[in-house]
C-alpha cells in the first residue's frame, strides 16, 4: 500500500514538476507548481513528517503561490516571444548538463555502500514529526535558528517593500475614485502608476 | 521503503528544476525552478531525517522554507519593480551586468 | 675643553655657519651672510689654535688621539666608526685649512658683494671649509671617503656657481667626473687595505701593517697605486690634472681657497697620512714620486705660454703640488708639509691679487688686454709681486725654504732620486720665469685704457657684460656674476686679507730655516714616529749650503730672463714664440691631454650612453616590459569573454561546475 502511494505521489511530483519548466503561460506555470507542492506533501506524510507537511500546503502552497499567482496577475507575460538569441544550443546544452548531473546522483546513489540507504530505516518512535516534537525542539536546540529565521523575516519584508515601493521624484499619486478605475482605458497618466487604475487594466480587455 | 527512492526522485526533481532555470526566459518561471530545487532539497533532508529516526532534518527543512518564502518575496519585489519601469520581463534583455 | 671637544668644534662651526646661511638665504640680509660665513671660520680657526694648545701640553708618546663620535658600522668583521684623529699632522692642516680659510672668506665678504647668490656663496664656502677639515680630521677610512666625497661636491658647486654660465657648468661636470674617477681608486685603495689587515681605523691599520704585508707585497702595491689615483684626482697631477685649469671658471675667492690652499692638497695630505703603508711598498711611493716630478715639468711648461691670468696661476699650483707629491713621496714629509703651508699663503695671496686685477678689468682675464697696471692700483701690485717672490723661491721669502728643503732631501737620498731633484731645480727655474711673465705683462709696460681709467680715480665698467672665455653676452642677475667689481684699494677686508697673507708669506719661512729652526719637523714628529726614513733623511751641511745658493740662484736667473722677454722689448717674445713654434703650439695645447682624455674615454662613453638609449633600451627593455603588460592584457581579454551579462549563461556554468564537482568527487571515491 505504502508502495502505490509512494508512486502516485512521485509520479505526481514529477509530473507537476515537468509541468513547471516547460508550460509557456507562466500562470499556468504556478498552478502546475503547486500540484507539485501538494504532491510532495504528500510524500512527507509518507516520510512520518506530519507537520512539515502541513507547513508546505498551508505555508507554500497556501501563502508563498497565491503571492506568485498575485504578481504573475500584476505583471503579465503572456508567453515568452519566440525570438531566437542564445536559443537552440544553450536549450540542447543545458538539457545535457542537467541529465548528467542526474546521472551523476543516481550513480552516488545507486553504486554507494552507504548501508543505510537500502534498510528500512531507524524504528518509529511515538511522537516522532509531530507539531509538539517540531515545537518543542524550535524553542530548545534550534532557538537560534528560529530567532534568525524570524529575522530574517523581518529583513525579507522590509526589503519588499522598499524595492516594490514608488520612486520619489514621480509625480504624486493624486485622489482616485471607481469611476477612473471603472473608466481606465489601458493608457497610464503621470500620477497612475501604482493605483487601482494601472492594476485593473483598462476595460476594453 | 528504501531510502533509495526518495532520494532518486529528489535528485531528479533538482535536476528538472536547474533544466528549467536554463531554459526559461521569464524571470518569474525561473524562480519557479529554484522553487523547485529548494523542495526537492527539502524532499532529501527529510528523507534522511526518517531514516535516522532523528529530528534534525525535519527542521532544517522547516528552515528552508521560511528562508524559501523570504527569497521569493524578495525575487517578487524585483520582477514589480522591473515592470513598474518598464523594462521588459526577460532575462535575456536585462544584460548590462556584463563584463 | 679637552682636545677632543676642540676637535668636534672645529667640525662644527662651519657646518652650524652653512646651515644657518643656507636656511635665511631668501631673507634680503646683504653682507651679513658673508660676516657670518667669516665667523664661523675664524671660531673654527680658534678652535683649531685650542687644539694645538691642547696637543702640545700631552706627553710626546700621547700626541696621536682618536675622539670617537659613535658606533656606526661595528660588527665582527667591520669597525666603521664616526671618529676624528687629533695628531699633529691633522692638527697642522686643521690650522691651516681653517686659517687661510678665514682670510679668504674676508676677502670674499668685500669681491662677491653685489652678486645675486652671495648667500648661496658663503653657505657653499663654509659647507666646503667643513668638508675639508672632516677629511683632514679623519680617523679611518670611512670618515676620509666621507670627507673626501663632500669635498667633491663642494667644489663642483662651487666652480659652477655662475651656473648659468655653460663654461662654467661644464667645467664644473669635468671636475665631478675626473674627481670621481679618483674616487673610485680611493675606495678600491680603502677595500685593499681593509683586506688585508682587517680594520678601517688608521691607527690600527698602521700598527698592522707590517704584519699583514710583506714588502712590496702585490696587494698592497696595488691598494697604495689606487690611494695614489685618488690622491692624483684631487690634487690634479698628470694624468688627472685636466679639470684644474678648466675650474678657474668659479669665482676668484673659490679659486684661491679650493683650487690653491686646500683641496688639491688632499692628495698630499693622504700620502702623508698614509706613510706607513708608502714605506711597506716603496715600489708605490716611486710611483708617486715620478709622476710628481712630471707633473712639475709639464705644468711648468704650460704655464709659460698659457695667456689668462688664472690659468697660469692654476698651472703653477699643479707645478707646485707636484713638488709637494714628490717630497711625501720621498719621505720628506715635513718638508712636503712645511712647503704646502707656504704654498696655501703665497698661492692665495697671488689669486687675491689676480682677482683684483680682473675686477679692475671688469671680468676680462686675459693677459694680452692687460697691461701697466702698476701705478693705478700699488696694493695689488705689491701682494702679487711679494706672491711671485716667494713662489720663485727667492730668499728670504717662504717659498725659498720650502722648495729649497725638498730638493734637498731630495739629492740627499742617494739614489736615483737625485735625478728628481735636478729635474726640481728645472721646474725652479721654469717657475720663476713664467712668475714673472705673468707680472711684468700685467703690472709693467703701457697701461692699457682700464688702467688709465682706474689711474684717474674711475673703475672701469663694461657696458655688457661677457662670458670672459667664450665672449657671450651675459645679464648680472643670479646664476652670472653681479654688477659690481670690487678692487683691494678701495676694499677694506680685501686689503686685511691680502696684507696678512702677504706678511706670512714673508715670514712663513722661519719655522725651518735649515740649521737654525726645526720646528715643524719636530711638531709632526709624534706622527710619523713609526717611520723609518724620517728621522734619517738629512741633508748634510754642506748640501743644504750649496742648495740654498743654488736655489737663490736659478730664482734670480728665472727672473732675468723673464725682464728680458716679458719686461722689455716684448718683440723679443714674440720672435721666441716664432722660432719654437711648433713647441709653443705643444704647450698651449696642453700637450694634447684633453683631446686624448676625449678620444680614449670620452667617445666610447658617449657612444655606449646612446647605444644602450636608443637600441637596448628600445628593443630589450621596453620589449620585455611592454611585452609583459602586453601579455596580461591579451590573457584578461581571453578571459573577459566569460562576463556575457546572460543570466542564463552564468547559471549553466554554475550548473556545470556542480556537476564537475561531483564527478571529481564520484571518481576519487
Not at chain 1, 522590509?158 to 514608488?166: F, H, K
Not at chain 3, 672645529?10 to 631673507?27: D, E, N, R, W
Request: hydrophobic share 55%; charged share 15%.
Amino acid at each position: 500500500m505504502a508502495e502505490v502511494l509512494f508512486f502516485i505521489a512521485a509520479i505526481g511530483a514529477v509530473a507537476g514538476a515537468v509541468g513547471t519548466v516547460s508550460l509557456r503561460n507562466p500562470f499556468y506555470a504556478v498552478l502546475a507548481l503547486v500540484c507539485h507542492l501538494l504532491a510532495l506533501a504528500a510524500l512527507f506524510l509518507l516520510l512520518r513528517a506530519e507537520f512539515v507537511a502541513a507547513a508546505q500546503v498551508v505555508v507554500y502552497a497556501g501563502a508563498v503561490m497565491v503571492l506568485y499567482v498575485f504578481v504573475v496577475a500584476y505583471v503579465g507575460g503572456s508567453g515568452e516571444p519566440l525570438t531566437a538569441s542564445t536559443g537552440a544550443t544553450l536549450r540542447f546544452a543545458s538539457i545535457l548538463f542537467a541529465l548528467a548531473l542526474f546521472v551523476e546522483l543516481t550513480i552516488a546513489l545507486v553504486g554507494t555502500s552507504l548501508s543505510a540507504l537500502d534498510s528500512d530505516g531507524a524504528a518509529y518512535e511515538a511522537g516522532f514529526g509531530t507539531p509538539a516534537e517540531v515545537g518543542e525542539l524550535f524553542l530548545t536546540r534550534f532557538l537560534v535558528a528560529f530567532e534568525l529565521a524570524s529575522l530574517l523575516l523581518l529583513i525579507a519584508a522590509v526589503g519588499a517593500v522598499i524595492l516594490a515601493r514608488r520612486r520619489t521624484g514621480l509625480p504624486e499619486a493624486g485622489e482616485i475614485s471607481v469611476g477612473d478605475v471603472m473608466r481606465g482605458d489601458g493608457t497610464l497618466q503621470e500620477g497612475q502608476t501604482g493605483t487601482m487604475i494601472e492594476a485593473a487594466g483598462s476595460r476594453r480587455r | 521503503m528504501p531510502l533509495t527512492w526518495y532520494l532518486v526522485v529528489s535528485a531528479l526533481i533538482f535536476c528538472i528544476g536547474a533544466g528549467g532555470v536554463l531554459v526559461r526566459r521569464n524571470p518569474l518561471v525561473i524562480l519557479l525552478c529554484i522553487e523547485l530545487m529548494l523542495n526537492a532539497a527539502n524532499l532529501a533532508l527529510v528523507g534522511f531525517s526518517r531514516a535516522h529516526g532523528n529530528m534534525d532534518g525535519q527542521m532544517f527543512a522547516l528552515i528552508v522554507m521560511v528562508v524559501a518564502a523570504c527569497e521569493v518575496a524578495i525575487g517578487l519585489g524585483l520582477i514589480v519593480a522591473l515592470f513598474r519601469r518598464r523594462l521588459p520581463i526577460d532575462v535575456d534583455e536585462l544584460r548590462e551586468l556584463s563584463g | 675643553m679637552s682636545l677632543q671637544t676642540y676637535g668636534w668644534l672645529v667640525l662644527a662651526f662651519p657646518l652650524a655657519g652653512c646651515v644657518l646661511i643656507g636656511l635665511t638665504s631668501k631673507l634680503a640680509l646683504g653682507r651679513l651672510h658673508g660676516i657670518i660665513g667669516t665667523l664661523a671660520i675664524a671660531l673654527s680657526f680658534a678652535a683649531s689654535i685650542g687644539a694645538l694648545s691642547e696637543l702640545q701640553s700631552l706627553g710626546e708618546e700621547e700626541r696621536q688621539v682618536v675622539a670617537v663620535g659613535w658606533d656606526y658600522a661595528v660588527t665582527s668583521g667591520i669597525d666603521a666608526q664616526v671618529a676624528i684623529l687629533l695628531d699633529p699632522l691633522s692638527v697642522l692642516m686643521m690650522l691651516i685649512v681653517s686659517g687661510v680659510s678665514m682670510l679668504i672668506h674676508l676677502y670674499s665678504v668685500a669681491y662677491m658683494g653685489g652678486d645675486h647668490g652671495y648667500a648661496r656663496f658663503f653657505a657653499y664656502l663654509n659647507f666646503f671649509v667643513f668638508s675639508m677639515l672632516l677629511l683632514v680630521e679623519a680617523a679611518n677610512f670611512m670618515m676620509l671617503i666621507v670627507g673626501w666625497a663632500f669635498v667633491g661636491a663642494a667644489s663642483y658647486f662651487l666652480i659652477s656657481f655662475w651656473y648659468r654660465r655653460k663654461t662654467a657648468t661644464d667645467a664644473g661636470i669635468k671636475a665631478f667626473v675626473i674627481n670621481v674617477a679618483g674616487d673610485v681608486g680611493l675606495v678600491l685603495g680603502a677595500f685593499f687595505i681593509f683586506r688585508g689587515t682587517g680594520t678601517l681605523d688608521f691607527l690600527r691599520v698602521f700598527e698592522e701593517v707590517g704584519n699583514a704585508f710583506t714588502p712590496n707585497d702585490p696587494d698592497l702595491v696595488a691598494g697604495c697605486c689606487l690611494l695614489l689615483v685618488g690622491a692624483f684626482a684631487k690634487s690634479a697631477q698628470v694624468p688627472l690634472h685636466t679639470w684644474l685649469p678648466d675650474a678657474m671658471e668659479g669665482p676668484t675667492p673659490v679659486s684661491a681657497l679650493i683650487h690653491a690652499a686646500t683641496m688639491v692638497t688632499a692628495g698630499v695630505y693622504l700620502i702623508c697620512r698614509m706613510h706607513p703603508l708608502f714605506e711597506q711598498a716603496p715600489i708605490a711611493a716611486d710611483v708617486g714620486a715620478i709622476v710628481g716630478c712630471l707633473t712639475l715639468l709639464i705644468a711648468a711648461s704650460i704655464g709659460l705660454v698659457v695667456t689668462d691670468l688664472k690659468r697660469v696661476i692654476a698651472y703653477s699650483t699643479m707645478s707646485q703640488i707636484g713638488y709637494m707629491v714628490m717630497a711625501a713621496s720621498s719621505a720628506a714629509y715635513a718638508a712636503g708639509m712645511f712647503h704646502l703651508m707656504t704654498h696655501a699663503f703665497f698661492k692665495a695671496l697671488l689669486f687675491m691679487a689676480a682677482g683684483s686685477v680682473i675686477a679692475a678689468m671688469a671680468g676680462i682675464q686675459n693677459l694680452d688686454r692687460m697691461g701697466g697696471f702698476r701705478r693705478a692700483m700699488p696694493f695689488t701690485f705689491i701682494c702679487m709681486l711679494i706672491g711671485g717672490l716667494a713662489l720663485s723661491g727667492v730668499p728670504p721669502f717662504s717659498g725659498f725654504f720650502s722648495k729649497d728643503e725638498i730638493i734637498a732631501l731630495l739629492l740627499a737620498r742617494d739614489d736615483w732620486h737625485i735625478v728628481l731633484g735636478v729635474l726640481g731645480y728645472v721646474g725652479s727655474l721654469l717657475t720663476a720665469i713664467y712668475t714673472f711673465r705673468m707680472i711684468f705683462r700685467a703690472f709693467y709696460g703701457d697701461p692699457v685704457p682700464e688702467a688709465q681709467e682706474l689711474e684717474h680715480g674711475h673703475l672701469y665698467h663694461a657696458e655688457q657684460p661677457t662670458n670672459p672665455m667664450s665672449g657671450e653676452v651675459e645679464d648680472t642677475d643670479v646664476g652670472f656674476p653681479g654688477e659690481e667689481h670690487h678692487i683691494a684699494e678701495r676694499e677694506f677686508p680685501m686689503k686685511i686679507a691680502m696684507g696678512t697673507l702677504a706678511v706670512l708669506a714673508v715670514i712663513g719661512g722661519i719655522p725651518q730655516i735649515p740649521e737654525v729652526t726645526d720646528w715643524l719637523h719636530t711638531f709632526l714628529e709624534p706622527t710619523f714616529h713609526d717611520s723609518a726614513l724620517y728621522e734619517e733623511l738629512e741633508a748634510s751641511g754642506t748640501l743644504t749650503a750649496i742648495g740654498l745658493l743654488v736655489g737663490a740662484t736659478i730664482a734670480g736667473t728665472g727672473i732675468f730672463i723673464a725682464w728680458r722677454l716679458y719686461g722689455h722689448p716684448p718683440q723679443r717674445a714674440a720672435a721666441l714664440q716664432e722660432r719654437f713654434a711648433g713647441l709653443h703650439n705643444f704647450f698651449v695645447h696642453k700637450w694634447y691631454f684633453d683631446e686624448a682624455i676625449d678620444l680614449v674615454f670620452v667617445r666610447p662613453a658617449a657612444w655606449l650612453g646612446r647605444f644602450a638609449r636608443t637600441t637596448f633600451e628600445r628593443v630589450v627593455v621596453d620589449g620585455l616590459v611592454g611585452g609583459a603588460t602586453a601579455l596580461v592584457g591579451l590573457g584578461s581579454a581571453a578571459v573577459r569573454r566569460v562576463q556575457t551579462g546572460y543570466l542564463r549563461y552564468y547559471a549553466a556554468l554554475l550548473l556545470l561546475g556542480m556537476t564537475g564537482l561531483g564527478a571529481y568527487f564520484l571518481a576519487s571515491a
